[in-house]
């Protein structure tokens, strides 16, 4: 075994440099609480990979309120609702009426720029491009937990912590070391096909779309960007798919008798995401926690990933801290229950939306107009459009 060339203390180690990992370290720092963030992928590679888009009330509000981003106010764009198109029409569900709350496109590029900057201002200890790493003595009993890694250049480091949290998205090595646990799947028998495309905006706000030809998201990045999915087999690969063949999807998907069209531009990004629903439960053992798609994932239809990241880590700082700094250790017994209330309910929000709007491989004839009844309810619904309204926006966080 490489000898250890340098072993740091600290209070909480934290496998994972994503939203998860830096908005936890970013709300310690701001309690008072020292943190060592790991991440095997280099700081370039996260900040150009495209992810999530929008960002729940309660989710700008911590990114601002905390002081990590202002830019998400100057730069993100406020929406007040979303439509729903089938049948060729679309309906708007106008979440200010509603609830009376908006939702943010902020790309989650973004989320970790700032994040990033708000924690190499306040001189985080923030490692990159580090590989190898493995968590040790994390159960109950431990008063030594540590996590070990090479550095870039292949030398062997060593972070000792009173609590560590995998925070290492959803190939965690973190959540095989909670024992036992039980794991929660659905598996769905489509994917996205997702594409950025050089193209003005086609439409203010985001566009559902239930077509006859399956699913498709309209969703903008930039005035001169914009970011578009639509339902695909898990198998496609994307070099197969020229920008033709990829816009021939896209505009039958939304068009209707009102002639409603994108506008067309080069592709420039295109991969096939395919997805699932994954909970793992419980997402603490002894002195490890989980946070965001280590501990669980979601379809990416309501938005919800990202958010419920930032959801899991406002509840763990505060546990965190009541344990830390006041030592109430019956604090963390309280992260699971919490944590997994929301959970919960973004998984079966995620999953409505999904089911609603895809075309499932084996649906019959009668499945479809079912599903097109359902939709019509929906938006012919005050009740409808405002359960649609609060979940996409977010439910108010009680603490
Ligand atoms: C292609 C794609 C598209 C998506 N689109 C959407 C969307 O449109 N809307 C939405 O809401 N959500 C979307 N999501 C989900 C959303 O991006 C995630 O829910 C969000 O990133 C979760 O944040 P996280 O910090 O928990 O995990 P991540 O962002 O995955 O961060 C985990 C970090 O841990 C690091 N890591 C992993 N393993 C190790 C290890 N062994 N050692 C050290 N570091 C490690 C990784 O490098 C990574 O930086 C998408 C996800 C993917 C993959």
């Given at each position: 075994m490489t000898t250890v060339t340098s072993s740091t203390r600290t209070q909480v180690a934290i496998v994972g440099g994503g939203p998860a990992g830096l908005m936890l370290s970013h709300l310690l720092h701001v309690a008072g609480i020292e943190s060592v963030v790991l991440d095997h992928r280099t700081y370039d590679e996260i900040a150009t990979t495209h992810r999530a888009g929008i960002l729940e009330r309660d989710s700008v509000r911590l990114l601002v309120d905390s002081g990590a981003s202002d830019r998400v106010l100057t730069d993100g764009h406020e929406h007040q609702g979303i439509d729903?198109?089938?049948?060729?029409?679309?309906?708007?569900?106008?979440f200010q009426?509603?609830?009376?709350?908006?939702?943010?496109?902020?790309?989650?590029?973004?989320?970790?720029?700032?994040?990033?900057?708000?924690?190499?201002?306040?001189?985080?200890?923030?490692?990159?491009?580090?590989?190898?790493?493995?968590?040790?003595?994390?159960?109950?009993?431990?008063?030594?937990?540590?996590?070990?890694?090479?550095?870039?250049?292949?030398?062997?480091?060593?972070?000792?912590?009173?609590?560590?949290?995998?925070?290492?998205?959803?190939?965690?090595?973190?959540?095989?070391?909670?024992?036992?646990?039980?794991?929660?799947?659905?598996?769905?028998?489509?994917?996205?096909?997702?594409?950025?495309?050089?193209?003005?905006?086609?439409?203010?706000?985001?566009?559902?779309?239930?077509?006859?030809?399956?699913?498709?998201?309209?969703?903008?990045?930039?005035?001169?960007?914009?970011?578009?999915?639509?339902?695909?087999?898990?198998?496609?690969?994307?070099?197969?798919?020229?920008?033709?063949?990829?816009?021939?999807?896209?505009?039958?998907?939304?068009?209707?008798?009102?002639?409603?069209?994108?506008?067309?531009?080069?592709?420039?990004?295109?991969?096939?995401?395919?997805?699932?629903?994954?909970?793992?439960?419980?997402?603490?053992?002894?002195?490890?926690?989980?946070?965001?798609?280590?501990?669980?994932?979601?379809?990416?239809?309501?938005?919800?990933?990202?958010?419920?990241?930032?959801?899991?880590?406002?509840?763990?700082?505060?546990?965190?801290?009541?344990t830390v700094s006041k030592g109430e250790a019956e604090a963390l017994d309280t992260y699971t229950d919490r944590a997994l209330a929301r959970v919960w309910k973004a998984q079966h929000f995620s999953y409505w939306m999904t089911t609603m709007l895809h075309q499932l491989p084996e649906s019959t004839p009668f499945d479809e107009r079912r599903q097109l009844g359902e939709l019509a309810t929906l938006v012919a619904s005050e009740a409808g459009k405002t359960y649609l309204a609060e979940g996409y926006t977010g439910w108010p966080d009680r603490g």
């Open positions: 729903l198109r089938f049948g060729g029409e679309s309906h708007r569900i106008d009426k509603y609830v009376g709350a908006s939702c943010w496109l902020y790309p989650q590029t973004e989320v970790f720029i700032d994040l990033h900057a708000a924690r190499t201002r306040d001189a985080g200890d923030l490692r990159y491009g580090i590989s190898g790493a493995e968590v040790h003595e994390v159960g109950a009993s431990s008063t030594g937990p540590r996590v070990t890694y090479l550095d870039p250049e292949g030398a062997r480091h060593e972070v000792t912590a009173e609590l560590v949290v995998g925070a290492d998205g959803s190939r965690s090595i973190c959540r095989d070391l909670v024992e036992p646990r039980t794991q929660y799947f659905r598996e769905y028998p489509f994917a996205w096909f997702g594409v950025l495309v050089e193209a003005p905006t086609s439409a203010p706000e985001l566009i559902y779309t239930r077509g006859e030809q399956g699913f498709a998201l309209i969703s903008q990045r930039t005035a001169d960007v914009q970011r578009m999915y639509f339902q695909c087999d898990p198998s496609e690969n994307p070099a197969d798919w020229s920008d033709d063949r990829i816009w021939e999807q896209l505009q039958g998907r939304v068009a209707g008798p009102d002639g409603f069209r994108l506008n067309e531009g080069p592709v420039i990004d295109k991969s096939v995401l395919p997805f699932r629903s994954f909970v793992q439960t419980p997402m603490r053992h002894g002195r490890l926690l989980l946070a965001g798609d280590a501990a669980h994932t979601v379809p990416p239809t309501g938005a919800k990933g990202l958010n419920l990241a930032l959801a899991d880590v406002r509840v763990l700082a505060e546990v965190i801290e009541r």
